[in-house]
């Protein structure tokens, strides 16, 4: 159970944080700025890697678990509740800003600024590469050595830097889907969900 939690409460510490820089930046005339939302996606990982890493292996992304499975990395019988947690996590998360900013209209749902194919094969290219980062650098159950959580929130901090004016940046089903079905906005949720499990 206590991998199964660590998972909730990473995965809810990454939608609450990211998906609410993203509100508070609309909310309040751009005071936050895109890359303030970068680092703070960046920042967030890094710290749920150096919390959970050693309980879970801080995967917080429904798409990373399915990918170490299918490399052979993590069994199979941890998949469903390792993603169930990450969901739940992600709702409790999206619930909770939808509380405090009711009249937000996305609260923070990936949207493509372009054509949704623009958005399908960037999501897919960033969510190979963060996966390749993380595969690297870990056993698939535990992230090895100091650098692990610095590399992994590096990359997910430099592809929002870039990315998240055309896709948001998702990378991973979780963080779409809570703030979608909370918010209504799932018009396009079938590139944030396709999109990173190809990648991955």
Same mark, same amino acid.
């Given at each position: 159970m206590k991998k199964y939690l660590s998972e909730l409460i990473g995965t809810f510490g990454l939608v609450?944080?990211?998906t609410g820089a993203i509100i508070i930046n609309d909310i309040s005339g751009g005071m936050v700025t895109h890359n303030g939302i970068a680092v703070t996606f960046g920042l967030?990982?890094?710290a749920m890697v150096y919390t959970f890493g050693d309980i879970s292996g801080a995967h917080i992304n &429904? +798409?990373?678990t399915a990918a170490f499975w299918v490399a052979g990395r993590f069994p199979g019988r941890e998949v469903f509740p390792y993603i169930a947690s990450q969901i739940v996590g992600a709702f409790a998360a999206s619930?909770? *800003?939808k509380m405090l900013f009711p009249t937000h209209v996305t609260l923070g749902t990936p949207l493509p600024a372009g054509p949704p194919i623009q958005s399908f094969i960037l999501e897919i290219i960033l969510t190979f *590469? *963060?996966?390749l980062i993380i595969i690297n650098i870990s056993t698939g159950s535990k992230e090895k050595g100091i650098t692990a959580g610095l590399a992994v929130g590096a990359v997910v901090l430099l592809e929002a830097m870039f990315a998240g &004016?055309? !896709?948001g940046a998702s990378m991973n &089903? +979780?963080?779409s889907l809570a703030p979608a079905l909370v918010s209504g906005? !799932?018009?396009?949720l079938w590139v944030y969900m396709a999109a990173p499990v190809i990648g991955a």
């Amino acid at each position: 159970m206590k991998k199964y939690l660590s998972e909730l409460i990473g995965t809810f510490g990454l939608v609450f944080c990211g998906t609410g820089a993203i509100i508070i930046n609309d909310i309040s005339g751009g005071m936050v700025t895109h890359n303030g939302i970068a680092v703070t996606f960046g920042l967030i990982v890094l710290a749920m890697v150096y919390t959970f890493g050693d309980i879970s292996g801080a995967h917080i992304n &429904p +798409a990373v678990t399915a990918a170490f499975w299918v490399a052979g990395r993590f069994p199979g019988r941890e998949v469903f509740p390792y993603i169930a947690s990450q969901i739940v996590g992600a709702f409790a998360a999206s619930g909770i *800003l939808k509380m405090l900013f009711p009249t937000h209209v996305t609260l923070g749902t990936p949207l493509p600024a372009g054509p949704p194919i623009q958005s399908f094969i960037l999501e897919i290219i960033l969510t190979f *590469l *963060l996966m390749l980062i993380i595969i690297n650098i870990s056993t698939g159950s535990k992230e090895k050595g100091i650098t692990a959580g610095l590399a992994v929130g590096a990359v997910v901090l430099l592809e929002a830097m870039f990315a998240g &004016p055309i !896709t948001g940046a998702s990378m991973n &089903p +979780a963080r779409s889907l809570a703030p979608a079905l909370v918010s209504g906005q !799932t018009q396009h949720l079938w590139v944030y969900m396709a999109a990173p499990v190809i990648g991955a």
